[in-house]
């Protein structure tokens, strides 16, 4: 009968391992959220390196100028690459708070069911 009482309370304690390891994890994504959401044009996920950087317009032209695509025929003038820049800076702007809303909310979540599983399986465990 002593190993059926082990069981449950090896299930309850596990239950509440996991729980912290996972309320770490989520607390740690929510740190990264708010510092992109600080500055979401440097947020820390990856582009790809075939964008151009947009960390200055000039920084953009020469990008756009240097493009390994010699067959362009077409060279925009200096009003439409600027309109282009502000266009490719908001697009990133917006996607950067996009993810980084979406990032806390799940990971809120992710917090709030960690805390209750644990409370609920750390008072059922005391009732063993």
């Known amino acids: 009968m ?3 009482s082990k069981i449950p309370m ?6 509440c391992l996991v729980a912290v390891i996972t309320f770490l994890i989520a607390g740690a ?3 990264n ?3 992109d959401m600080g500055d979401p044009l440097h947020a820390s996920r990856s582009y790809g390196a075939k964008s151009p950087s947009l960390a200055s ?4 032209k020469m990008d756009i100028l ?4 010699k067959e362009q025929a077409y060279v925009p003038d ?3 690459l600027r309109a282009m820049y502000e266009a490719a800076k908001e697009d990133r702007i917006q996607t ?3 993810n980084s809303v979406r990032s806390l909310l799940v990971n809120g979540l992710l917090i709030v069911v960690c805390v209750v599983l644990f409370i609920f399986h750390w008072r059922w465990i005391r009732k063993l």
């Open 2 to 4: 002593e190993k059926q």
């Open 10 to 15: 090896v299930y309850g304690y596990a239950v």
């Open 29 to 31: 994504n929510i740190v």
């Open 33 to 35: 959220a708010i510092i």
């Open 57 to 60: 317009y000039e920084n953009y």
């Open 66 to 69: 240097k493009s390994p695509e």
């Open 78 to 80: 200096d009003a439409t």
């Open 96 to 98: 950067s708070r996009h």
